[in-house]
């Protein structure tokens, strides 16, 4: 799961990089402040209990019911 995300990120900075949009250090700053906030808002609210809820509960009627997800 981790090196989808790197890759999506790096893909869309790199977007922006080569077409002259942004900056690197734009793109850092931008990148950091942003995991901040997500990891802000993921971890001290109710948010992060109820997907890992969600996600779980999916994962065990998939598994009950011999399907895949996707």
């Not at 799961?1 to 931008?30: E, K, N, P, Q, Y």
Request: aromatic share 14%; proline share 1%.
């Amino acid at each position: 799961m981790h090196t989808i995300v790197w890759f999506f990120a790096i893909l869309f900075s790199i977007a922006r990089l080569v077409s002259g949009a942004h900056w690197f250090s734009d793109c850092i700053a931008g990148g950091l402040s942003e995991a901040l906030i997500v990891v802000a808002i993921g971890i001290y609210t109710p948010v992060f209990q109820f997907i890992t809820k969600t996600i779980h509960s999916l994962i065990n009627r998939s598994k009950s019911e011999n399907k895949k997800l996707f």
